[in-house]
Nanobody, 122 residues
Framework: VQLVESGGGLVQSGGSLRLSCAAS????????MAWVRQAPGKALEWVSS????????DYVDSVKGRFTMSKDNSKNTLYLQLNNLKPEDTAVYYC????????????????RGQGTQVTVSS
């Protein structure tokens, strides 16, 4: 299993980023996937998860209406569109496989990648 995140960076408050996660080594099209994040000094936090076909996604309340998760099974790639970013979104973002359902907590996510840093300045 290999997961490689990219797309992070430094943006001002209100800005946007698009994170990507390239997956390999498992049947991506038959796997529910998730994004989690970890801010400095804080615990790992579940951000969003998506069904294996990409049709249904769920989000933590703090990002609803601002973040959009999508899944391209033809490219074995996961995405997270981050809009209207806030300083409290600053964290390392990881993609991972959901190993149990429902997948709505960090403990439900396994095999995270190395992460990509998102920093939002005020």
């Amino acid at each position: 299993v290999q997961l490689v995140e990219s797309g992070g960076g430094l943006v001002q408050s209100g800005g946007s980023l698009r994170l990507s996660c390239a997956a390999s080594g498992f049947n991506f099209g038959f796997t529910e996937m998730a994004w989690v994040r970890q801010a400095p000094g804080k615990a790992l936090e579940w951000v969003s998860s998506i069904s294996r076909d990409g049709a249904n996604a769920d989000y933590v309340d703090s990002v609803k209406g601002r973040f959009t998760m999508s899944k391209d099974n033809s490219k074995n790639t996961l995405y997270l569109q981050l809009n209207n970013l806030k300083p409290e979104d600053t964290a390392v973002y990881y993609c991972g496989r959901c190993f149990r359902l429902p997948c709505n907590a960090a403990v439900d996510v396994a095999h995270r990648g190395q992460g990509t840093q998102v920093t939002v300045s005020s």
